[in-house]
């Protein structure tokens, strides 16, 4: 690839720093990312690593009782995380979406899927009931989601696991963000489904920017072109999937590379 | 719905004493036919059954039917108001508590805890006797004022954790404001517990406002309240018992319709 201009990034986050409100125990150090244009970023490590925090950081979501002291971040060459909280949410689901690890929690048990669509489409678009609701439609079709004008009207339980998580990455992509964020996306799914939704985030990422969380190092190989290895709120290794499979450098990143299933670490990445 | 059915349904009973309610508060002395203030000293004290008096009079020769139907007014009213007044301060400060924490909510939580350390009774006695002026919007203001923590107290546990679920998060991420991510997302969730807490309040209400007109400090002196009857009738307990057990009756009436209510929706929602 050819040196990386300045508009190739989509999202550049600058020692970012988090910590915790009470106590002043710092959870995440300083922190550097870069995800270009079509590019997926695995944020892999283990739990309380730091790397949920950093993507809800990046997302202006901490949990009450963390905050960023410290850092800048960049989205499509604009600094978002010193925005008033009105700006944020037009941010928010408009140019940052984001899917949530467990699709049947994620989802208002007495709402319906299009509802929750429909709602967050009007929101960022400039859009009518009936305008929204066949983008809906539309977007749960592109989703693959089979009879997708039935899926409009149903509740979050009529829906299998691997539905539901499709309808969340719909409504993720619904108003063509420029950065999905992905939270665990495939942990509470059973592993046939777990493949199909990470093939179809592929897919749909292509003229956006991905981060992927996940402590599994299997899935984040199955479709990140770069992983970050995150151990105690610091990167400790970080490089193009290929060789942080093939050649990793730090203890950590090999017992993360031996605890995963056998043979299931290929990497079927962009490239 | 068949007729059976609704014959055997718990709620009938509940609707009967509602609609009745509801036809008093809208037609007042029109049901009794008389006025309730009409003094007439020479029909003091007639026993309930009599020609014209169906509950009889009391010392000042008024229709006992037509003061208790007035009552039933005031003290409905009282309750109604006061509860919705508990209720909105209340969820609005739990619900407010819950999301925000930090300096607000630890605030709003102190406030709770502070006014609910004090005996909340004594407090409306105190706030009253200070406003000096007994009125139905001082009675229903001061009992609102005094019994929101239970509201707030209850809301902010549920909120609390509802704030943790994933579904509000989400709605969070897709750039709601907080105004309709609370009235949206999170109130909706809360209405089978506050609809059970409402009714149960609302019976407690009753019997508060009674309490508080029984010692002569809520409806203005005069007003036609079960708590004012309750306590003139006081003084001919052993001549004219019908003076007390009518506007005793009444308050039992509404406070077990009210409970059995609560019942109800709590069986139901569970």
Known sequence: MSAVTHSDIALDVKGLRLEA???????????DLQIRRGEILGLVGESGSGKTLTCFGIAGLLPTGVRMTAGEIILDGQRIDNR???????????????????????????????SILIESARRHQNLSKAEARALAIDILKSMHLPGSSACVDAYPHQLSGGQRQRAMIGLALINNPALLLADEPTTALDPTVQLQIL????????????????????AAAAICDRLVVMLEGQIIEEGPTRTILSAPQHDFTRQLLAAAPIGTLTHGGGQ | MSLAKIIRSPLLPLGMVGVVCALTMVLGDALSGHDHRAIDLTARLLPPLSPDHLLGTDELGRDQLARLLTGLRWSVGAAFCATVIAFCIGSAFGILAAHK??????????????????PSFVMAVTVIAILGDSGFVALTLTLGLVTWPVFSRVVYAEARSLFQREYVQAAEMTGMSKMRLYLHHVLPALIPTLSVLVVFHFAEMIVAEGALSFLGIGAPLGAATWGAMLSEGRGYMLEAPWLTLAPAFAMVIIIVS?????????NITR
């Open chain 2, 101 to 118: 924490g930090g300096i607000l909510g630890s605030a709003l939580r102190l406030l709770t805890t502070f006014t609910q350390s004090f």
């Open chain 1, 84 to 114: 008033s909280e009105k700006e944020w949410r037009a941010i928010r689901g408009g140019q940052i979406g984001m899917i949530f690890q467990d699709p049947l929690s994620s989802f208002n048990p007495v709402k319906t899927i299009g």
């Open chain 1, 199 to 218: 093939a179809l985030m592929r897919r749909k990422v292509s003229n956006s920017a991905g981060l992927m969380v996940t402590h599994d190092i299997a």
């Open chain 2, 258 to 266: 009210a409970h059995r209510l609560g019942q109800y929706l709590r």
């Open chain 1, 21 to 31: 409100v009470e106590g002043g125990r710092v959870l995440v150090p300083s922190l």
